[in-house]
């Protein structure tokens, strides 16, 4: 019996696991906040943030990639609803859209970069190479962001099955 409890708990791992990397597949902002992260950092160690900021940072990286998730299953699951309910199923996508612009421009951009936004500047032109570096990582993330996913429609399981 404990065994059974034990691999029903592990399994839980393997559908978050998977829940993830469908959002990695399939969710545009997902992988545009993945990037974002990205540059949140190199703009921590530029403007240079203290280690309680810098965990800041990491924290509400976290919180906007938790609501993205969130916000992608809210829109999976309210998606195509009857003729009676697509008013509020439009207002809770937009609802939870708002929580994540909310928690990545409000939290992290306003409140931690915006007072050092004379150090990030003479950081990012100290060095000639990071207007290059920052242009070369913007197109590559601009292809990775906006691949096309291997399946045609949100939802569509590999062996042709749908979430209805």
Known sequence: MKFEQLTRFARGFVYAYNGIRAAIREERNFRFHLCAALYAFVAAFWAELDPVETALIALCVAAVLALELVNSAIERAVDKPDTTHWWSAGAA??????????????????????????????AFTARPTRPLWLLLTLIVFYKFIFRSSNSTEKGKQPNGKTDS
Do not use: E, S, Y
């Open 93 to 122: 996508k937009d609802m939870a859209a708002g929580a994540v612009l909310v928690m990545a421009t409000v939290v992290v951009a306003v409140c931690l970069f915006w007072p050092r936004l004379d150090i990030l500047w003479a």
